[in-house]
């Protein structure tokens, strides 16, 4: 029964659809175009007008996302910069405040465990240094030595390199004895006088006592 209906249906649509049209169709003449170079000159022409339009609105486009986005992402990150380092530093600063608070709490509560905790340190250094004395006897006249000879060429090869500065460091020495024996003077005017008294006083006192000890008149 429902073949015998799909059978019928699909004949009833197939005999509508082709009794509105005229078959076989008639001769249709399909226009044609001619193309020519004015015409795809123009074609042309339009096309690449519509390139160059599309690309100045990209670019202008381009301009305005670059001064969107870059414009304030590098005053973000200039200023970012400046929040992360002022940041950074209040951070470290209230990390030595604290430091420093818990210091000074620690001291005024364990002073003398602080005391004897130092002084052991000393002792054990004290220790250590004489103990390496003792495996090295040589160590400390090595370093010495070497300090010596360091200094000792270091000074040669800056003469060297500097040959008037001997005579530079020898003048800047005496100006700077001179101008300090002329401040003296000036702020004590009569100490020198005073000091030269003494001394003869002293030497006097002394040659007195060393007669007398010797029995000398």
Known sequence: MKKKFFL????SVSFILFCGY?????????????????????????LFNSIRAI???????SMVLAAVFIIPVFVRKVYLKDFLEQQAINKAVSKNDFSRSVRAADRAKNREAIIDDRVAE????????????????????EERLYQRQLSYSAELRFTEENPGA??????????????ADEEYRFKHPGR??????????????????????????
């Open 8 to 11: 019928i249906f699909l004949f």
């Open 22 to 46: 005229d078959w076989p169709p008639k001769p249709y003449d399909m226009p044609k175009t001619l193309l020519t170079t004015e015409l795809v000159g123009s074609y042309l022409g339009g």
């Open 55 to 61: 690309g100045n609105m990209g670019f202008i486009i």
């Open 122 to 141: 000393m002792e054990i250094n004290s220790e250590v240094r004489k103990k390496f004395r003792a495996l090295h006897p040589e160590a400390d006249l």
């Open 166 to 179: 001997d005579v530079e460091r020898a003048l800047y020495r005496r100006e700077v004895a001179f101008n």
């Open 192 to 217: 020198d006088v005073e000091q030269a008294v003494d001394r003869m006083e002293v030497r006097a006192k002394a040659t007195q006592e060393y007669r007398r000890r010797h029995g000398l008149k």
